[in-house]
């Protein structure tokens, strides 16, 4: 068991016809009990403040830790959304040629139909352009031939006695 500065002040020792000064003795135990005792007060001070700074040192690593923690979560998420972001872009990049497939095969059908719609109408013109024709050269033909001018006999007597 270890000495305390009470056992210090409180040894007593036994007495000899040429033994030492008790006064100086009593002297430097009360000495040995003070300093012992102020040893004693700072080992307890110094165990409390090691008790705390371990406190504090637990503390700074339980921060640590879950700082560390977040930063990996951020990381982790920011991963995530930089997938969600490139999955969505290309997402958004097909439909997009989708749609322009879409749009350029509505344009080129369009155009098709009405290229068919020109070259019909074009066709109808020229047979239009080619009956006109005909019924213009039929009656230039028949200008020519002179033969209405001329009524013949009969046909008028038929025509008067049909009146």
Do not use: C
Request: without cysteine; glycine residues 2%.
């Amino acid at each position: 068991m270890p000495l305390t500065p009470i056992d210090i002040q409180n040894k007593e020792f036994s007495r000899s016809i040429r033994g030492l000064s008790p006064s100086e003795v009593e002297e430097f135990l009360n000495q040995v009990a003070n300093d012992f005792e102020e040893l004693i007060k700072e080992n307890i001070a110094a165990k409390e403040q090691i008790a705390q700074l371990k406190e504090k040192i637990n503390h700074y690593q339980k921060l640590e830790e879950t700082l560390h923690n977040a930063i990996v979560v951020a990381q982790e998420t920011a991963e995530d959304v930089k997938r969600s972001a490139t999955k969505e872009a290309e997402l958004i990049r097909r439909e997009a040629e989708k749609e322009a497939a879409r749009i350029i095969e509505e344009a080129r059908y369009k155009a098709s139909r009405i290229l068919t719609e020109h070259e019909e109408v074009y066709k109808q013109a020229q047979i239009y352009k080619m009956r006109f024709r005909s019924l213009v050269e039929a009656q230039l033909a028949a200008l020519e031939m002179e033969d209405w001018l001329t009524v013949e006999d009969e046909d008028v007597k038929e025509a008067v006695k049909g009146a």
